[in-house]
Structures are given as C-alpha cells and as structure tokens.
C-alpha cells in the first residue's frame, strides 16, 4: 500500500472491486502487479500471451519450437516448472499428425500398387500408366479444389490422399484386360467392351462420394469435390489416353494365380453358398447394427496428445479455470437495460455456489441506474466517516470528495486496451437487439443451466453440444440419403441388367455396409456420422465390383470372368491399403471410419462374384477343366 493510493482512494474501494473481480476468476489473485495462483504448496505466476495471428498458421505454428526451447532455458536457469496450454498447441499437434498420416497413407499405397503392378503384369508400361492415372486424378483434384475454396483443409488431404487406392481401379481393369488377352490385344475393342462398366461404375460412386456435399462441414465438402473431381479426371485419362498409350500387347501374358481365380468362381456357382454365405453375413451384420450405440460429440474429431491433456488438466487445478464453452446469452432492446439484465442475473448466479465463477461485462461497466447509485454510496461514505477515517490514518490533510460524477459507457470501455480480456463478451446490437454473453469459469450441469436459462427467459448456448446435435442431425438425413442412393442406382440398373439381376448387383454392397458396421461396433467404437460417410463409399465403390461381374455376363467368352476377379482383386487390395490405413489415426471419428471401410471392402469383394449369372455346375465345370488342361 502506498500512501498515492491512500491519498487518492483512502477508503481502497478500488482495491476491493478488483479482489471481487479475482475471486469469481478461480484460484487467481493480484499480488505486486502478477496474477499468483496458490496450488499444492506451491506459488504459480499466469502469463497470458496473444498471437500475431491465427492459431491455424502454419508461419506461426512453426515458431513453437523456439519457444519450447526458451520454456526450457528458463526452467533450468531458475528451477521452475513450467505448464503451458493453448490452441496452438493443439492445432500445431493436429497439423503434424495429419501431415503424417498424409504421408502413411499416399506412401503406402503408392508402394502397394507399385509391388502390385509389377507382381502381375511384369512391365514397365502397366506402372507408367498407372501413375499417370493417379498423377492426373490427385492432380486435376488439387488444382480444382484450390480454385473452388480458395485452399484447402489438411482433413481433406489426409481423405485425398486415399484417392490413390480408388483411381487406378479403372485402369486395373484396363490392365487385366489387355494382359488376358495375349496377342490378340486390340486397345480400341477393349476399350469398348470395358466403357460400359466402367461408366457406370464412375457414376455410381460419383453418387457415393457427392452424397457428401450435403454435410455442414467445409472439410467433407472439399473431400467430397476432391474425390469426384480425381476419380473423373482418373476415369477420363483410361478412356482417352490408355487405348493410345497401350496399343501394343503386354510382354507377359499369363494370368497370375489363373486356377486359384478359377476354383474361388467354381465355388460361387454352389446354390447352397450363393444363398447361405450371403444369408449368414447379412443376419451377422444386421445383429451388430441393432447393437450399435451412436455418439454424435463433436470432441471426437480432436485428437488430443496426452502430454497436452495433462498439462491442460494441471493447469486447470492450479487456477480453478476450465474454460468452459457454455454462454448464457442475455438480450434487451436498450443498452442500458441490457446492463440492468445482467446485473440481475449476475446477482442469480451469485446465490448459486454449483455454477462456480463466471465473466459478465456487467462487473466492469455497471449500468447507469447502478453507476448513480455507486456514486451517490460512495459521497455518503465521505461525508458519514471521512473525519473519522481520517484520524485512524493519522492523514494531515482532510478527506475531501469532490470529484464530480462521470458515467462510464460501454463505447469508452471497449475502446480502452483493458477490455482486450473481456470485450468479448459484449456483442453489441445485432437486429436491432443489444445482446451480450456471459461467460463460465469450469463446466456445469448443462440440465440444470439449460434449466436456469429458461426460468430467466435467457437463452443457453454450448457451441461443442449444438455441433453434436447437428451431427446428429445430418447422422438421420445421411441415412435417408443412403436409402435414396440405393434406390436410385437400383433403378438406373433395372433397363439394363432386369430386376433379378439389378438386385444381384445392389445386394454385396449393401450387405458390406452393414457388416462395416457391425465390425466397427465390436471394437467397441461408438458410431458416428463418419460412420454413415464411409457407407457412401462402401457403396459407390463396392457396386464398381458387382458391375464388371455383372457386365461379363453379357459376354460369351466365360474365361473373361477371371481376369475381372484379379482386377476387382487388385482394386480391392489397393483400396485397403489407402483407407485400410485410416484405421490407424489417432482421431477416432477418422479412425472408426477406416475400420468400416476396410472390412465393408474386403465382404463387397468377398460377395462380388454373387451378380455373376448361376450357370449349370456341371457345364461350368467342364468348361473350366478343359481350360486348365489348355494351360
């Protein structure tokens, strides 16, 4: 205490109003101009900081290391602990996982497909074209999506990166093609008999993918563009530039694993399995999703390191701050009025000790009505005990009051830098209502605040709950548009492929979706709108291998069929390899979604073969036999 302060405000009404101010912040105290936390037997000092910019900055996130490295210089130095927090550190976390799942995944299935290439076709060109399909799909995606957006989220890289394992499906079936057929290979027939399956297998997953676009989110926006956009440019560069390209014969002309692909066929023209294996599956699924628990938090996209959450946690117990995001929005029709309305309910919240601490702008500028009444309090303390409190502090001069009153106004606060803190909380008019928030220390009973809000004719804002409620949301229309996207490509097939065989060619799909589910629910996962997204693509590209099956049927040529199962084989096997490896994510939203993709590819392949017609076992069989002995 100095004896300016004495002298100016003998009666240290100002200190009193910034300790009430501390006491509803949490453990936080003023002390020699530092805000002290006491925790533990131990004395903390809080340092705030603002950034330059946004926490999302790449320039910015990377400067952390400088600063990790001055948090540890000052603590060897001085022999302190030192706790941070902050979103930068999390988006900074966020920023380099998903670079390196960016890079797990595109590497992977480059590597994957390049080993598959080489295994089956023996050649340089088949690679070649290979990657310039995949070059020219992430390309054209890359380049589109910028020019749409402006940029482009990393959520959808790490998606886009598992474009890689779905745009060389087409040329996969290009590929086998030409490899089947030896030296009779002419490219401009085999582009022809491949251009209907392929077209409908384009459209049918361009019905997948674009089922996205209905999400909220900009980044499933951008994924769902992305995905379209290289899966067409992928499509276009087979039709147009493969028959050019790969006019010539391929060096080696043997079908790999030939009689395995044979035997796996014969199987499939068993009734008893045609009907039971299907059957058993769909029953197996159907029980899983019954069983399946739904949870729509938004904090599921987060993936939070634990070296941060327990820093958070502790920093959290040492200030008696949660920062929670729960808000009591508080409207009126004057600004002074606004003011009255949160000093009453300020007063409410005061008398509640389970609501803990908040922030009202009302505590920094009273309204008028309590700024008058302030004022007229503090000259009737002058007169009542200035001579008295004067000759307790032995003061010479008499205490004399004389300043004359001046309202604060909420314009002069926020203009001045102490409100940087707290200004938030004052939205000013909008709609010809002023309205402002107030603001919670630690998390509360969401019931019970809804509750309160509602008795005080206020209303209760959670932004965390009220994006879950529209995961929730867009989790029902998702479903609804899954049913119409079934319908839809049904009903696209039916002149085509007639209703026994359009049913053939819908069921594996949907059956994977289901058993995608199911599996995900066993790992004990709860599901979610991602969940629902990876049904889209379940469906948009299991249907592409019930299609080329059920495209052979309308040749003659049987010993086609095996060269179509070691394409969809291939395609298969490079799609588990890109979304197979989401499943390894640390976020869970992502991570369940690449389990339901990886296992709703592996059954629409298994079940693939079942859009195939069901010719005579025994027919069949001399027909296959008489094919291996030829080879």
């Known amino acids: 205490m100095t004896g300016g302060e004495l002298e100016n405000d003998p009666f240290l009404l100002f200190r009193d109003y910034l300790s009430g101010l501390t006491q509803s912040s949490g453990n936080v105290q003023v002390e020699n101009g530092y805000l002290i936390a006491k925790h533990d037997d131990k004395e903390y000092v809080v340092i705030t900081a603002d950034?330059?910019?946004?926490?999302?900055?790449?320039?910015?996130?990377q400067q952390l290391p400088q600063l990790l490295s001055l948090e540890s210089k000052v603590s060897k130095t001085f022999s302190v602990d030192i706790q941070h927090t902050g979103v930068i550190f999390y988006a900074a976390h966020g920023t380099e996982s998903a670079k390196g799942e960016i890079s797990t995944i595109g590497l992977g299935s480059l590597i994957g497909i390049i080993v598959l290439v080489f295994l089956v076709y023996r050649s340089t060109l088949p690679l070649a074209l290979a990657l310039l399909s995949i070059s020219t799909g992430l390309a054209c995606a890359y380049v589109?999506?910028?020019?749409?957006?402006g940029s482009i989220h990393l959520f959808s890289l790490v998606f886009g990166a598992s474009l890689i394992g779905v745009s060389i499906d087409y040329a996969f079936h290009f590929l086998t093609d030409r490899l089947h057929a030896?030296?009779?290979?002419?490219?401009v027939v085999g582009i022809q008999q491949l251009f209907p399956a392929i077209t409908l297998g384009l459209i049918t997953s361009l019905i997948g993918y674009l089922g996205m676009l209905i999400a909220p989110f900009p980044g499933l926006q951008q994924l769902s563009l992305f995905s379209a956009i290289g899966l067409t440019a992928a499509y276009f560069t087979v039709v147009c530039w493969y028959p050019i390209l790969a006019s010539k014969p391929n060096q080696y002309n043997k079908v790999p694993m030939q009689r395995a692909l044979s035997q796996w066929l014969l199987v499939w023209q068993q009734p008893l399995i045609r009907l039971v294996l299907p059957l058993s599956l769909l029953i197996a699924a159907s029980f899983g999703v019954y069983m399946a628990k739904y949870d729509d938090d938004i904090r599921q996209l987060q993936a939070l390191p634990h070296a941060l959450q327990q820093q958070e946690r502790e920093i959290k117990a040492i200030t008696g701050v949660s920062g929670s995001q729960q808000l009591l929005l508080v409207r009126d029709s004057s600004e002074e009025g606004l003011l009255q309305k949160l000093e009453t309910i300020s007063t409410k919240l005061d008398k509640r000790n389970d609501f803990g601490g908040y922030q009202s702008i009302s505590r920094y500028v009273p309204s008028q009505k309590r700024q008058q009444e302030n004022y007229q309090l503090v000259k009737h303390l002058y007169q009542q005990q200035s001579e008295y409190y004067q000759s307790v502090i032995q003061q010479k001069t008499a205490l004399d009051f004389s300043q004359q009153y001046q309202p604060l106004t909420i314009d002069g606060f926020l203009a001045s830098p102490i409100s940087d803190t707290v200004g938030f909380l004052w939205l000013g008019k909008i709609d010809d209502v002023f309205a402002s928030v107030i603001a919670f220390?630690?998390?509360?009973?969401?019931?019970?605040?809804?509750?309160?809000?509602?008795d005080n004719h206020i209303t209760y804002?959670?932004?965390?709950?009220?994006?879950?409620?529209?995961?929730?949301?867009y989790r029902h229309r998702i479903t609804e548009l899954l049913l119409f996207a079934y319908a839809a490509i049904f009903l696209l097939l039916l002149p085509r492929y007639k209703m026994k065989q359009a049913f053939l060619i819908v069921l594996p799909p949907f059956i994977a979706g289901c058993a995608g589910l199911a599996v995900t629910v066993l790992t004990g996962v709860p599901l979610n709108l991602f969940n629902l997204l990876a049904l889209m693509l379940i469906l948009g590209i299991g249907i592409d291998y019930t299609l080329f099956f059920a495209e052979q049927n309308k040749q003659s040529d049987d010993?086609?069929?095996?060269?179509?199962?070691?394409?969809?084989s291939l395609s298969a096997l490079t799609t588990i390899l890109s979304f197979g490896l989401l499943a390894l994510s640390e976020t869970q939203a992502i991570h369940s979604f690449g389990i339901t993709v990886l296992t709703g590819i592996i059954v629409a392949w298994l079940l693939a073969p079942l859009s195939q017609q069901n010719k005579e076992s025994k027919g069949y069989i001399n027909t296959l036999s008489e094919k291996k002995d030829a080879s």
């Open 51 to 61: 950034l330059s910019g946004s926490s999302y900055q790449l320039s910015l996130q």
């Open 144 to 149: 589109l999506t910028i020019a749409l957006f």
């Open 182 to 187: 030896g030296k009779k290979w002419n490219s």
């Open 441 to 454: 220390n630690q998390e509360v009973n969401s019931t019970e605040l809804q509750a309160f809000a509602a």
């Open 461 to 473: 804002l959670n932004k965390a709950e009220e994006i879950s409620r529209l995961f929730a949301d």
């Open 559 to 568: 010993s086609h069929k095996e060269s179509t199962l070691l394409a969809i």
